[in-house]
């Protein structure tokens, strides 16, 4: 094969790389799971309970609506919160965080909007089409998510150093990983 064939070869594959890679996606996916070496294990906090056979299979009862409690879920809510690190002993029959009802009172004295999570996830998903990476780390999968939201982050550690310049009380915390002492 001559060189200027082989040249024309390695164009072409480079021009439908490129193609395949530029089409727009209605979803740009950041994470790139596949790729990653640490991703986010969404199954380790559930408290996984032993599987059981009932007594009779003629007798049990009707499937019941998701978050409510059933025979193997009894409470799905408390087992969460202590699966999270939490006191279960603080979560009200209805599910609620029972403590957390000055906190909502606060939140929501302006009034909420009941369309914000559609409205989040409409910004959220215009946003990642806007940045949906590099080239190269869209031919690789090489994930994005956390360089591209990296702007959006809150500063924890200015924010607590900022509180204690102004004398408020804060909680204690660890020292900031980022800073060399």
Do not use: W
Not at 8 to 33: E, F, H, W, Y
């Amino acid at each position: 094969m001559s060189t200027g064939r082989m040249a024309r070869a390695g164009v072409l594959i480079a021009l439908a790389l490129v193609a395949v890679t530029a089409c727009s996606r209605k979803d740009p996916n950041l994470m790139q799971i596949g790729r990653a070496r640490y991703t986010p294990d969404e199954f380790a906090i559930l408290p996984s309970k032993p599987i059981e056979t009932p007594p009779s299979y003629t007798a049990l009862p009707p499937p019941a609506p998701v978050g409510s409690p059933n025979r193997t879920d009894v409470t799905p809510t408390a087992d969460a919160v202590a699966a999270l690190g939490g006191n279960p002993a603080r979560v009200a029959q209805d599910g609620k965080l029972g403590a957390d009802g000055a906190l909502i009172k606060q939140t929501s004295r302006y009034g909420t909007d009941p369309q914000i999570r559609t409205e989040l996830a409409q910004d959220d998903l215009e946003y990642r089409q806007r940045h949906r990476g590099r080239l190269m780390e869209r031919i690789f999968r090489v994930p994005t998510y956390y360089r591209v939201y990296e702007g959006s982050e809150l500063n924890q550690y200015g924010s607590l150093i900022g509180a204690r310049q102004r004398n408020v009380p804060t909680p204690a915390a660890p020292p900031d990983p980022v800073v060399q002492e």
